[in-house]
């Protein structure tokens, strides 16, 4: 049974920081593509991040790009999101997926099979 296990989020100010993990038991990280998402309230799911774990390419939105830093562990299975400059519009529920293709032929959101339960990142101004 595969199982995505977020942590790390929580309430923070503006121009704070934070890091997110993703853990994985019942699958392997290695040569997956591995991504966050967020959702903030009324808002659809949106793409942050990724990282191809073999090779160690990653990919982020314009919104985060130069403050958020994906990373991998892969004697941990654990993926991570380190956020800095963090803003207000960063609030959201914040997941991780994982697909077994490289992420350049993953179609999507609907192209990841294995989800996390979220994890929740508040940041007030």
């Known amino acids: 049974q595969v199982q995505l296990v977020e942590s790390g989020g929580g309430s923070v100010q503006a121009g704070g920081s934070l890091r997110l993990s993703c853990a994985a038991s019942?699958?392997?990280?290695?040569?997956?593509?591995v991504a966050w998402f967020r959702q903030a309230p009324g808002k659809e799911r949106e793409w942050v991040s990724g990282?191809?774990?073999?090779?160690?390419?990653?990919w982020y939105a314009d919104s985060v790009k130069g403050r958020f830093t994906i990373s991998q562990d892969n004697a941990k299975n654990t993926v991570y999101l380190q956020m800095a400059s963090l803003k207000p519009e960063d609030t959201a529920m914040y997941y991780c997926?994982?697909?077994?293709?490289?992420?350049?032929?993953?179609?999507?959101?609907?192209?990841?099979?294995?989800w996390g339960q979220g994890t929740q990142v508040t940041v007030s101004s």
């Open positions: 997926a994982a697909a077994g293709l490289p992420c350049w032929l993953v179609p999507g959101l609907n192209g990841y099979p294995y």
């Open positions: 019942g699958y392997t990280f290695s040569n997956a593509c």
């Open positions: 990282i191809k774990s073999r090779g160690g390419s990653t």
